[in-house]
T-cell receptor, first 109, second 113 residues
Framework: KNEVEQSPQNLTAQEGEFITINCSYS?????LHWLQQHPGGGIVSLFM???GKKKHGRLIATINIQEKHSSLHITASHPRDSAVYIC???????????FGTGTRLTIIP | DAGVTQSPTHLIKTRGQQVTLRCSPK?????VSWYQQALGQGPQFIFQ???????QRGNFPDRFSGHQFPNYSSELNVNALLLGDSALYLC????????????FGPGTRLTVT
């Protein structure tokens, strides 16, 4: 069993829809990361969180430490949000990231 | 402020050859991590350098080695290349100044033929 599991693997939605991507992890963490990867490979860090909720623009990330679960939400989705979204865990902020398998999101105009 | 840079962008090598990939961290960062991402897979941790020493290592053979220089830039070396080494190699930098959030470079795509 992978240390970090994501669902769904693939998600297709219409522009404007509210998007939720889920992440669960099996061991304790000190930080949970959400990252975005566009075709071509570059990875951008979206959030690093250890408790509660963070918001940046249309993106919201939440984490429930007791349930070992995190969600990434996108409000008013747009075709430019189409990418692979990956969650990853680390024990301490500066240690190696253990990645989930990613969720491929496609937003249709 | 330049972010994380990597060179080269693309590279084609033959089985058995050796390759060196380079990474310059984001300004103010002192820690460099290397990841290998095979096609359709999530990145896998190779190793991490801090203060010019390998601080952590993932499950990769000794053919994979690295180095960190006094200016915090880093190299990844792979010897005796195998077809299975074909992948996107990602470098990430982090440091206390950035709250330990990891910033990724654009990657080097290595193809072994």
């Amino acid at each position: 069993k992978n240390e970090v599991e994501q669902s769904p693997q693939n998600l297709t939605a219409q522009e404007g829809e509210f998007i939720t991507i889920n992440c669960s992890y099996s061991v304790g963490i000190s930080a949970l990361h959400w990252l975005q990867q566009h075709p071509g490979g570059g990875i951008v860090s979206l959030f690093m969180l250890s408790s509660g909720k963070k918001k940046h623009g249309r993106l919201i990330a939440t984490i429930n430490i007791q349930e070992k679960h995190s969600s990434l939400h996108i409000t008013a989705s747009h075709p430019r949000d189409s990418a692979v979204y990956i969650c990853a865990r680390s024990n301490f902020g500066n240690e190696k990231l253990t990645f989930g398998t990613g969720t491929r999101l496609t937003i249709i105009p | 402020d330049a972010g994380v840079t990597q060179s080269p962008t693309h590279l084609i090598k033959t089985r058995g050859q050796q390759v060196t990939l380079r990474c310059s961290p984001k300004s103010g960062h002192d820690t460099v991590s290397w990841y290998q991402q095979a096609l359709g897979q999530g990145p896998q941790f190779i190793f991490q350098y801090y203060e010019e020493e390998e601080r952590q290592r993932g499950n990769f053979p000794d053919r994979f080695s690295g180095h960190q220089f006094p200016n915090y830039s880093s190299e990844l070396n792979v010897n005796a290349l195998l077809l299975g080494d074909s992948a996107l190699y990602l470098c990430a930098s982090s440091g206390l100044g950035g709250g330990y959030e990891q910033y990724f470079g654009p990657g080097t795509r290595l193809t072994v033929t």
